[in-house]
């Protein structure tokens, strides 16, 4: 049979376990790294269409609940934001996904580009000039 990958970060696993049980839903903790900087949580879980039906409960109401960041990772290597989306549509996407990554919003972090930032553009041009 096949899983499906869920990554947790931060504070995001305890509550999100909490759920799990709540809603009878199998899974098996595969990966736990508890650091000083990083801890985080992988938990496997099996795909049926009945599992993938209440995870996706599960995953509307942790999003409801909690503000975390939900991404969907699909067979395909697309990546689709789960925040805002409907339970049905939940649904939908973790039929053909790959894993699903649960994060903070502030620990997404943006990067920048040199075109962006005046001052990376100078240090481009000093560093890199021939």
């Known amino acids: 049979m096949k899983s499906l990958k869920i990554h947790l970060d931060g504070d995001s696993f305890r509550p ?4 799990l049980d709540k809603h009878r839903l199998p ?5 736990h790294r508890p650091d000083a900087l990083i ?18 409960g599960v995953i509307t109401e942790f999003i409801s609940r909690k503000n975390k ?3 969907i990772f699909m067979n395909d290597r697309r990546r689709v934001g789960a925040s805002g989306l409907s339970e049905q549509e939940i649904a939908l996407l973790l039929a053909h996904a790959e894993r699903i990554k649960i994060t903070e919003p502030e620990i997404v ?11 990376l553009k100078r240090r481009k041009q000093r ?3 021939e």
Request: proline share 2%; charged share 25%; aromatic share 14%.
């Open 16 to 19: 999100f376990l909490i759920l």
């Open 27 to 31: 899974y098996i903790v595969i990966d």
């Open 39 to 56: 801890s985080s949580l992988w938990l496997d879980i099996p795909k049926s269409a009945e599992i993938l039906d209440r995870l996706s």
């Open 69 to 71: 960041k939900t991404v």
């Open 109 to 119: 972090k943006r990067f920048i580009t040199a075109s962006e930032d005046a001052t």
């Open 127 to 129: 560093f890199y000039s």
